[in-house]
């Protein structure tokens, strides 16, 4: 957070910050008036919380209560579903949580064949064409025909990865079988 307070006379600012988590009340300064603060804090919790500040100066002198809400809320990611096709592979990732999915990411690695010719990976990084939220309940579908087309002979292994902003990482691995352009996942 950045904080800023101009003092109408210049005075030396000091910051008194409640996180509204049950931590300390932080009392901080003295700053010049006028100069950015920057100010870290980590909540461990999820949910809504009311930050409140107030600058006090060199003489005492407080600024009225300013108040700043916001929601922080993890969510949790499923992998639910690995399925071969016709050069390719497809996975389904599902936000099993309450809460919005923020930024989802992916990376799904193929491997293998008869002589390992097989060794192809795709990654979505929460780009706007993959879609960067996923709302709870809903699914996303992958497919590594984006990063190019699946052709041999053999076993493979599919692993499969899925994260966001919000959720922790998550992976899955399963094997499969290729015959020619055709994959099928056991």
Not at 77 to 85: C, D, H, K, P, Y
Not at 98 to 125: D, K, P, Y
Request: proline share 2%; aromatic share 10%.
């Amino acid at each position: 957070f950045t904080i800023t307070t101009n003092d109408p006379d210049y005075d030396e600012v000091f910051y008194m910050i409640n996180w509204s988590d049950g931590s300390e009340e932080l009392l901080i300064g003295p700053f010049d008036s006028g100069e950015n603060v920057i100010i870290n804090h980590i909540w461990t919790e999820t949910g809504l919380y009311s930050i409140q500040a107030k600058a006090i100066d060199s003489y005492d002198v407080e600024s009225d209560l300013a108040i700043f809400e916001f929601s922080l809320s993890k969510t949790e990611l499923e992998i639910v579903a690995i399925s071969g096709g016709f050069g390719s592979v497809t996975i389904d990732i599902k936000n099993i949580g309450e809460n919005i999915a923020e930024e989802v990411s992916s990376i799904v690695s193929v491997r293998g064949g008869l002589f390992s010719e097989i060794n192809l990976t795709h990654t979505c990084s929460g780009c706007s064409e993959c879609g960067t939220t996923l709302d709870p309940g809903a699914v996303k579908t992958e497919n590594t025909g984006e990063a190019g087309f699946i052709i041999g002979l053999g076993s493979i292994e599919v692993s499969a990865s899925a994260w966001a902003n919000n959720a922790e990482i998550i992976s899955k691995k399963t094997n499969g079988f290729v015959f020619g352009p055709l994959i099928i996942i056991l």
